[in-house]
């Protein structure tokens, strides 16, 4: 697997424990298999060497969501989920984001020192927006990256893993960031200016009957879209119905072959195979066989997690009391940093 971009060497973690913090929408019963190998799968491996802060993101979801009864029922079945897919609220703190109000409180501040122009070049918010028309686009979609930065800043991140997508996002995080620091100058710098952790060859696991575009939550059709709650026999059906070109070779090659190099890619990442030995592996086989080969991996990995995220659903106290705890460890890093920037801004504050 490609190392992430990021810089970080094995015995500086040890030592001196960088943050990450990262953050996810439950905009959707289920997470994704993007999620998953694009940025989860990173989430667990560093919360063994990082101080990590993770997140359900609830208050961006509420740009897309509206129904009360769904709301709630996914913002705790993403946090189930993660701690079903391996993050351990031992070593890492998981919260939900609405419970820390100081992202609100900061995302503000951020708005303040925000170009408008800068904000309108968000791709995300153009393509959305271009999409939905002016008059049915939510002001809260604009200022969304704004309220990412003052998720990632509050907590004096130094890394944060994501996929490609949030690239243009962790930017700006880091201009608003660095543009506070040298307006507001203090002994020390307010914020810490973080970097984005994205792993190239999992960085955009695409769809599987659209090989060239993101596999995402909120595509018109879920057939190309492997959920990680769903069914093993619908996973199967899904991947048996993948599109792929017209030849026969299983051979990686983006640009002429992207519905065989997705799959390529899917399945190096949970085998942790070389596409070198995933293309000998596959020889004179057909798409057929490797379809069935990744759905089944894809299946073993899915199915203790799907498992294990009923059984946390089925104890609500139990992952209550787990938020709980992560919120108020969330709130006093929160806290600190949101206290020095109002303090560097001459905010006048109690005590
Ligand atoms: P979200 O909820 O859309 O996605 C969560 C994570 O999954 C990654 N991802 C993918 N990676 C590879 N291939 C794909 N097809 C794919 N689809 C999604 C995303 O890059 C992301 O890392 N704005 C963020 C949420 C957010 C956040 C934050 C992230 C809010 N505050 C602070 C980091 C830090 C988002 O919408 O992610």
């Known amino acids: ?23 996810i929408q439950p905009t959707h ?65 998981l919260f939900i984001q609405s419970q820390v109000p100081a992202h609100n409180q900061l995302a503000w501040v951020l708005e303040c020192i925000t170009g408008f122009g800068e904000a309108s070049r968000m791709t995300q918010f153009k393509d959305k927006s271009q999409k939905a028309g002016s008059d049915r686009t939510v002001v809260g979609l604009f200022t969304y990256p704004i309220l990412q930065a003052a998720d990632i800043l509050l907590y004096q991140a130094e890394f944060v893993p994501v996929g490609e997508d949030q690239r243009q996002h962790i930017e700006l995080t880091r201009d608003l960031g660095q543009r506070f620091n040298n307006t507001f100058k203090t002994s020390r710098p307010v914020f810490k200016i973080p970097q984005p952790h994205i792993v190239k060859s999992i960085a955009k696991i695409n769809d599987l009957q659209e090989p060239t575009a993101k596999m995402s939550k909120s595509s018109a059709s879920m057939s190309g879209v492997v959920e990680m709650l769903e069914p ?48 000998q592996e596959f020889a004179g086989k057909g798409y057929g066989d490797f379809k069935i080969k990744v759905a089944e991996v894809v299946i073993e990995t899915f199915a203790p997690i799907r498992t294990k995220t009923n059984d946390l659903l089925s104890d609500p106290a139990e992952l209550s009391k787990i938020l709980k705890a992560g919120s108020a460890k969330a709130n006093q890093v929160a806290n600190q940093t949101l206290s020095d920037a109002y303090a560097a801004l001459g905010v006048v504050q109690n005590g």
């Open 1 to 23: 697997m490609d190392q992430p971009e990021s810089d970080f060497s094995g015995s500086e973690i040890i030592l001196s424990k960088p943050r990450v913090l990262s953050g």
């Open 232 to 279: 093993a026999d619908s996973i199967m059906k899904k991947f048996k119905s993948a599109v792929t070109d017209a030849g026969k070779e299983i051979k990686f090659s983006e640009k002429d072959k992207a519905g065989i190099s997705n799959l390529i890619t899917i399945y190096s990442a949970l085998t942790g195979k070389t596409h070198d030995q995933i293309e």
């Open 29 to 93: 019963d289920s997470f994704h298999l993007g999620n998953y190998l694009g940025a989860l799968k990173q989430w667990v491996q560093l919360q063994d060497s990082h101080d990590a802060f993770y997140c359900v993101v609830d208050l961006h979801a509420l740009t897309v969501e509206t129904d009360p009864k769904n709301f709630k029922h996914r913002t705790l079945v993403s946090a189930a989920q993660l701690i079903a897919l391996g993050i351990d609220p031992n070593k890492s703190t």
